[in-house]
C-alpha cells in the first residue's frame, strides 16, 4: 500500500504543472495558450507588477512554446506595458532560452475582454 501512495505522489511530482511550481492559472486565449502569475514576485503601489508565463498552444514564429514576462500595470490609466521577457523553446519556461530583453516597452491601453486586461485586473487588484 505504501509502495502504491509512493508511485501515486513520484507520478504527479513528475507531471507538475506551472501552477503547482508557484503559477497561478489566470486566463487562456482563444488559440488556447494560457496565462499564469507568480504571486510571489507581484508587488504592490502605485504602479504593481508581476512576472507572467505563457504557454504557447503551438510553436510560435521563432520556435518558442512559452514565455516569461514581467509586466507593469497603470491602475488609473489602465495601461501596461512589459518591463523584461524570456523566450523558451519548451513549455512552462524550461529549456533553452530563444531571446531575452530587459528593455521596458512603451506603455499600452488594454483591449476589453483580453488576457491583457485580465492581467491588469490581477495585479491591480492587489492594491486592495
Known sequence: MRAAIFFVLAMLSAVATPASAGWTFITENISGDRYFVDLA???????????????YSARNEFSDLSSKTLNEADCGEVKIRTIASRY???????GTPSSVNYQPREWGFVTPNTPLEVMVRVLCRSNR
Open 41 to 55: 514576485t507581484l508587488k504592490k503601489g502605485a504602479r504593481p507588477r508581476a512576472w507572467i508565463l505563457t504557454n
Open 88 to 94: 523558451y523553446t519548451e513549455p512552462d519556461g524550461t
